[in-house]
Each structure stands twice: as structure tokens, then as C-alpha cells.
Nanobody, 126 residues
Framework: QVQLVESGGGLVQAGGSLRLSCVFSEVTYSTYPMGWFRQVPGKEREFVAALAWPTTSTSYADSVKGRFMISRDNAKNTVYLQMASLKPEDTAVYLC???????????????????WGQGTQVTVSP
């Protein structure tokens, strides 16, 4: 069974940066399309960024475009979310997700993914 473990969250001031990591338990993770989502209490889970497979195209929510970047390191079984110019409205629990289904374009819906991590908290102070 695929397991995903996120890390890298924390408290940062507005304008700062963080890099989130998501480590896969399976060595074949490099063939999985990946996504990052975020959620705040009382709201629905929100798409942030996605990476397709077998293509390497990416997709971003309009709210993070130009500030966040998704990438993967096959040698480390890890996918990253580099976040810059953080804003208080970026505060949320960030979750990584994976699907074994091929995706030639990035998947942006919660229902596209069958594997989820537990999440890591990101808090951005004004």
C-alpha cells in the first residue's frame, strides 16, 4: 500500500518561503501523477498544484501561480512544493496526493487521487 508522509510545514512571516516535502513508501512512485492540496477548518479541500505522468506538465491554482512550484526527485522518492512570497491566506494544512492512473495532463480534483498523506500545517503570520 502506498504511504505518503509530508513534512516541512511551520510558522513563517508574510513574504517568507517554505519547502514542503512528500516522501513515498513505494520506489515506483516516480510513475505516479502527484498533487498538492490544502484545507482549512470548515472549508473544502482546495487544489494547489499538480504534476502529470508520463508527461511532466504542471498545473497551479490561480491563487499560487508564480509563487509556488511543484517538483519531484526520483532518487529520493520525494515530491516537493516550494512556496515563496507567502501570504496569510496561504495558511492551511497542506496534503500531498497520488494516483496510480496515468495522467497526461495534471489532475486537479480531489476525486482524481486515491492516496493521501496526513498533511503538514503551514501558518503565515501578517
Amino acid at each position: 500500500q502506498v504511504q505518503l508522509v509530508e513534512s516541512g510545514g511551520g510558522l513563517v512571516q508574510a513574504g517568507g518561503s517554505l519547502r514542503l516535502s512528500c516522501v513515498f513508501s513505494e520506489v515506483t512512485y516516480s510513475t505516479y501523477p502527484m498533487g498538492w492540496f490544502r484545507q482549512v477548518p470548515g472549508k473544502e479541500r482546495e487544489f494547489v498544484a499538480a504534476l502529470a505522468w508520463p508527461t511532466t506538465s504542471t498545473s497551479y491554482a490561480d491563487s499560487v501561480k508564480g509563487r509556488f512550484m511543484i517538483s519531484r526527485d526520483n532518487a529520493k522518492n520525494t515530491v516537493y512544493l516550494q512556496m515563496a512570497s507567502l501570504k496569510p491566506e496561504d495558511t492551511a494544512v497542506y496534503l500531498c496526493a497520488a494516483t496510480k492512473a496515468r495522467a497526461w495532463v495534471p489532475r486537479t480534483r480531489v476525486s482524481d487521487y486515491e492516496y493521501w498523506g496526513q498533511g503538514t500545517q503551514v501558518t503565515v503570520s501578517p
